[in-house]
């Protein structure tokens, strides 16, 4: 499958300034009615935009969520701190790293820990996803062809075990943007050949133990 799986509501911008990145919005419970021009509007009237993105799925429905970043730093400040509501639907304005890292969802369970990388372990890649509980049928062309809804990926992989050379129940999954990576977190659900997997983002080789940190 090919082709983008989102809708940008401006066009690409230049590279962002040092730092400019890390201020860049994620907004969730949009209205599945609202649509890229209605949410351009309403985030527009609050000053100059940089970036604004409301995500979709292949279908072209609205995956519920989009991505918000304005020129002055101060707006951004301002934004975040204030309720919003569009289409009659409360949203929640996070900082996209503080979103991508966590979420308060208390981890995966089965080993799989929770997305606050606190203290001094490296921080969460902002571009690859782990994805575990995968049944024995899922290789990784599946996980190309599920994942490549939430945008483009440049590298698929699935570990194999030593012994058997049979690839294990887990596997990653890296994205061209760390917007794609972000979408495919949010989503609460991942049902893959009939089976419901897990995601989070991965850790750097680094900071995994001996058996690769995440198990198989």
């Known amino acids: 499958v090919q082709g983008p799986r ?8 230049a590279p962002m300034a040092d730092g400019k990145d890390d201020v860049k919005m994620i907004v969730f419970g949009v209205s599945y009615t609202t649509t890229k021009e209605g949410f351009r509007e309403y985030f527009a009237s609050y ?10 799925n292949r279908e072209g429905r609205s995956r ?9 730093e101060s707006v951004n400040k301002q934004v975040l701190g204030m309720q919003h509501n569009l289409d009659g639907r409360s949203l929640d304005v996070k900082l996209r790293d503080s979103a991508n ?6 981890g995966f369970g089965g080993g799989f820990g929770g997305g606050d990388y606190g203290g001094d372990k490296p921080a969460a890649s902002k571009t690859k996803i782990f994805i575990g509980r995968l049944n024995d049928e899922v290789g ?8 490549e809804q939430f945008g483009t990926i440049t590298d698929v992989f699935m570990p194999t075990h030593h012994s058997t050379g049979k690839t294990k129940n887990c596997g990653f999954v890296e994205f061209a943007s760390p917007e794609s990576c972000a979408a495919a977190l949010e989503e609460t659900r ?4 009939g089976s419901e997997a ?5 850790e750097p080789k680094e900071s995994r133990g001996p058996r690769g940190g995440f198990g198989g």
């Not at 000053?47 to 979709?56: A, D, K, R, Y």
């Not at 890292?101 to 208390?106: I, M, T, V």
């Open 190 to 193: 991942h049902v893959i050949k």
């Open 64 to 72: 519920g969520f989009g991505f918000v970043l304005y020129k002055d």
């Open 47 to 56: 000053g100059e935009l940089l970036e604004c993105e409301l995500m979709f």
């Open 140 to 147: 990784t062309d599946d996980l190309r062809e599920y994942f």
């Open 101 to 106: 890292h966590g979420r308060d969802r208390g």
């Open 6 to 13: 989102f809708l940008k509501t401006s066009s690409p911008s």
């Open 198 to 202: 897990v995601a989070q983002a991965a």
